[in-house]
């Protein structure tokens, strides 16, 4: 499974592309610092899951998911972040994002999120999930 990384944390964008990349499952072939130019990135990198951090400089993730989504409808984007108010995970839902995950979630959560996307799945950190059922109730 091919997968980009867009992360302004140089040390937690190394981390992840590192745990990726020692997965026989996984081949990490874009890995970006923000979402600029993200249209070309994706042409160049054609990755089936893109993992998405939302507060980057220059283009953050949110408008990002959203550019993505509308060129490449195909591509999973995962949103990765520190985020968990209803403003940013509706907007990113609603923008296209397949899945929602808090980066305070142990890191296989990252692994099981890219299976389940890929599976037809929308996976989400539990209170993510539990904030959005309660929100529709």
């Not at 981390?15 to 990490?28: D, G, T, Y």
């Not at 160049?44 to 980057?56: L, Q, R, Y």
């Not at 968990?84 to 907007?91: A, E, K």
């Not at 929602?100 to 979630?105: A, E, W």
Request: overall charge negative.
């Amino acid at each position: 499974m091919k997968i980009s990384i867009f992360e302004d944390n140089e040390k937690l964008r190394e981390l992840i592309e590192l745990l990726f990349s020692s997965s026989a499952e996984f081949s990490v072939v874009g890995s970006y610092h923000n979402a600029f130019n993200i249209v070309e990135k994706i042409r160049a990198d054609a990755p089936e899951v893109i993992i998405m951090d939302i507060d980057m400089p220059e283009y953050n993730g949110i408008d990002a998911v959203k550019t993505a989504k509308k060129v490449f409808p195909e591509v999973k984007v995962i949103m990765h972040t520190v985020f968990d108010d209803d403003d940013r995970l509706f907007t990113c839902l609603s923008y296209g994002a397949d899945g929602y995950i808090l980066k305070k979630d142990a890191p296989t959560s990252l692994f099981n999120a890219i299976k389940e996307v890929l599976a037809g799945g929308a996976p989400m950190s539990a209170g993510i999930a539990t904030r959005g059922l309660q929100t529709f109730r």
